[in-house]
């Protein structure tokens, strides 16, 4: 599958993972940087699960296919920018599916990231042990 320029892209964003989506007619397939999300994933059906999760609250898992384009982070973390992605894309096709996807939490994006790691710290919160001598 190839990433076409024209059409729109939705963005969507978790940790260091940044997912660009496109939305096309089809058949209900799914493509991650060009490979099928259950190869792209290794297997796991509980990132699979929550990607398709939007399509599934709206029923429109076999309608259209999903073109994926993601960059940083871990797996986990693409799956749940993905997911983000997807969600935004959905609410733009049609204005009604909008308020489905708000109520399941799909539209809400998840702002945590890593905290930095500050001088005279070994990690963001870890110090050095303490020597009384």
């Not at 509980?46 to 999903?66: F, N, Q, R, T, W």
């Not at 920018?81 to 399941?104: C, D, M, N, Y």
């Amino acid at each position: 599958m190839v990433f076409t320029k024209s059409g729109t892209l939705f963005t969507g964003r978790r940790k260091s993972a940044i997912a660009q989506v496109k939305i096309i007619a089809g058949a209900g397939e799914f493509y991650i940087n060009g490979i099928s999300a259950s190869e792209y994933m290794q297997g796991n059906n509980i990132s699979l699960g929550g990607m398709e999760a939007p399509c599934k609250a709206i029923s429109l898992e076999k309608k259209y296919d999903i073109v994926v384009k993601v960059e940083g982070g871990g797996l986990v973390g693409q799956s749940q920018a993905i997911q983000l992605g997807v969600a935004r894309a959905l609410s733009t096709l049609e204005p009604s599916h909008r308020t489905i996807l708000k109520e399941k939490g799909f539209l809400r994006r998840d702002s945590r990231c890593k905290e930095r790691r500050k001088y005279g710290l070994k990690k963001a919160r870890k110090a050095p042990q303490f020597s009384k001598r």
